[in-house]
C-alpha cells in the first residue's frame, strides 16, 4: 500500500530556506572565531565573530539573525569547535568571554530590528548608511556591555579594568568591522542590479 505524501509540508518552504540561512550565518560566526589576534592590552583576542553577528542581523533580520546566533552557541556548546581559536565546551559559555557569547544573538535581535524597523525584513537598497552604522553600533553597545560583565565577574578585575580591556580598547577594531559589513551589504546591493 502506498503513501501520497505530496501534499504534505512538514514545515513551510519559507522556515526551510530561513533555517538554512541562519545555519548558515551560524557556520560564517564560526569561521570568522578562527580569525583570532592576541590583543596585547587584553585577556580578549580580536576575532571577526562580530562582524558576522552584525550580517546576520542585518541580512536575516531580527528573529532569524538571533536564530543563527543561538544554533551558533547550541553548536558550540555541544562540541562544535566555533569558538574564539576553535575552542568549543560549554564551559566557554560560562567562562571570561561568555558575556560576549551570551550577548550575540541579543545584539543580532537589535540590528535586525533597527535596520528593518521591525520583524519583517524590507529593502536593504533602501536603508541608510547611517541606519547602518547606528543600529551596528547599539549592537556594539549590547555585545561590549555584556563582554565587560562578563570580564568582571569572571577574571576578578574592576569594573574599570574590564570596561578598558574589555572594550575601549576594541573599538577601533569594531569601526573596521561596521566599515566591511557596509561595504558587504552595499556590494551585495550593486551585485542584485
Not at 552557541?73 to 566555533?82: K, N, Q, S, T
Request: glycine share 12%; no cysteine; net charge negative.
Amino acid at each position: 500500500m502506498a503513501t501520497n505524501t505530496e501534499s504534505v509540508d512538514l514545515v513551510g518552504d519559507e522556515v526551510a530556506t530561513n533555517l538554512a540561512r541562519a545555519a548558515l550565518f551560524a557556520a560564517l560566526v564560526g569561521a570568522f572565531a578562527y580569525v583570532s589576534f592576541p590583543n596585547p592590552v587584553s585577556p580578549v583576542s580580536v576575532t571577526l565573530q562580530v562582524l558576522g553577528v552584525f550580517l546576520a542581523g542585518i541580512f536575516l533580520g531580527p528573529v532569524w539573525g538571533a536564530a543563527s546566533l543561538v544554533l551558533y552557541l547550541a553548536a558550540g556548546a555541544l562540541g562544535a569547535p566555533v569558538f574564539q581559536g576553535g575552542s568549543a565546551g560549554f564551559v566557554e559559555l560560562v567562562g571570561g568571554t561568555a558575556g560576549y557569547l551570551w550577548s550575540y544573538p541579543i545584539a543580532a535581535a537589535l540590528v535586525g530590528a533597527i535596520v528593518h524597523r521591525g520583524g519583517d525584513l524590507r529593502d536593504l537598497d533602501a536603508v541608510s548608511v547611517p541606519v547602518l552604522v547606528g543600529a551596528m553600533t547599539a549592537g556594539t553597545v549590547v555585545i561590549y556591555a555584556m563582554g565587560v560583565v562578563g570580564l568582571y565577574l569572571n577574571l576578578e578585575l574592576t569594573l574599570v579594568e574590564a570596561t578598558v580591556q574589555g572594550a575601549v580598547v576594541f573599538l577601533p577594531a569594531e569601526g573596521a568591522k561596521i566599515a566591511a559589513a557596509i561595504g558587504i551589504v552595499r556590494s551585495d546591493a550593486i551585485a542584485a542590479e
